[in-house]
């Protein structure tokens, strides 16, 4: 009899499994470890309990919906990272540290290359009401939310965008991401206040996502250095479809391979002077652009 379970973590070659009867602990099996696509965390995993055994055999993996992938600059290709992300959350704070809409751009940049739909949480309200962050975000096209993990401002709103669905909660450090889990998950107790994933992040070490269940429903992953994901190797070409205020008019550019920078007739310049288009989002894809146009050609 098999079972179905949620990957949430892998350690070496045991990998820990959700299912509807509880954590179990699994290892690859037969086809599974020849096959490629290799399982990941966030995958949906067939399981075959192990007679007398305390470890599961994970027999297949389901398909997935979606997949987070970390590009390899050397042009080796992607690998994948976690699997049936529904939604990346990027958070920022208003104010402490201050806000960096550049960096926020990329973060949304990410999501959008990897299909995976994006929403912005404005943290800290209670320090600074974010009124023009929320502008320039929603006018880009993004879902809003307004939060104070201090004051509880907006924290029924995130609990039921999260409710169901798997979330990448990423962002500035500092922005208050552990703040705002925890208040909303009892007995999550993140750690706050310190500079945790930098830290990891520094010693070059990849360290793998882990996906926390949601006792509502759904999962969060962490995914350690979530703005390294996903870029590279992004055909520059492909960079304005992830500007969602770009995209319906991209086919209006003269040009078919218009780069919206200096090229006569340009559809996305025009809109900018026309203040359709916040001139701050397109410097945003013009620093984006130059840093891809430098990478080496992998993609093509
Ligand atoms: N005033 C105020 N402070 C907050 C709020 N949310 C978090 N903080 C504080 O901001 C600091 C950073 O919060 P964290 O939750 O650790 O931030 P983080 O985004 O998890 O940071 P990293 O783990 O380093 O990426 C902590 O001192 C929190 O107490 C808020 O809504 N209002
Ligand atoms: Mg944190
Ligand atoms: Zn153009």
Redesign the pocket.
Request: proline residues 3%; without cysteine; positive net charge.
């Given at each position: 009899m098999s079972l179905l379970g949620t990957v949430l973590e892998r350690d070496g070659a045991v990998y820990r499994v959700a299912t509807a009867a509880g954590e179990v602990r699994a290892v690859l099996r037969g086809r599974t470890k020849r096959e490629t696509p290799k399982v990941v965390v966030g995958d949906v995993v067939r399981l075959e309990p192990e007679p007398g055994g305390a470890l599961c055999g994970i027999d297949a993996v389901e398909p997935r919906r979606s997949l987070l992938e970390r590009r390899v600059p050397e042009g080796r290709g992607a690998r994948p990272v976690v699997a049936n992300v529904d939604q990346v959350l990027v958070?920022t704070?208003t104010r402490?540290p201050a806000p960096i809409a550049q960096l926020l751009d990329r973060l949304l940049v990410v999501a959008e290359a990897n299909e995976i739909p994006a929403q912005l949480v404005i943290?800290?309200?209670?320090?600074d009401p974010g009124d023009a962050l929320a502008r320039r975000f929603g006018r880009a096209g993004y879902p809003i939310h307004l939060?104070?993990?201090?004051?509880g401002?907006g924290l029924d709103e995130l609990r039921d965008i999260l409710t169901g669905r798997t979330s990448v909660v990423t962002?500035?450090?500092?922005?208050?991401?552990?703040?705002?889990?925890?208040?909303l998950q009892r007995g999550l107790q993140?750690?706050?206040?310190?500079?945790?994933?930098?830290v990891r992040r520094g010693t070059n070490t990849t360290v793998g996502s882990v996906m926390l269940p949601l006792d509502a429903g759904g999962f969060i992953v962490d995914t350690p250095g979530f703005s390294e994901v996903g870029l590279w190797g992004v055909n520059p070409r492909a960079l304005a479809e992830c500007f969602p205020e770009m995209r319906p008019l991209l086919d209006r550019c003269r040009f078919a391979d218009c780069r919206h920078v200096s090229e006569p007739g340009c559809a996305i310049r025009a809109a900018t002077e026309r203040g359709e288009i916040d001139a701050d989002r397109l410097a945003s894809y013009r620093a984006l652009l130059a840093e891809l146009e430098a990478e080496p050609r992998d993609w093509e």
């Open positions: 958070v704070a402490d943290n800290k309200v209670d320090l939060t104070s993990a201090r004051t401002t962002g500035p450090s500092g922005a208050g991401k552990s703040s705002l889990l925890n208040a993140l750690r706050t206040g310190e500079i945790s994933r930098k």
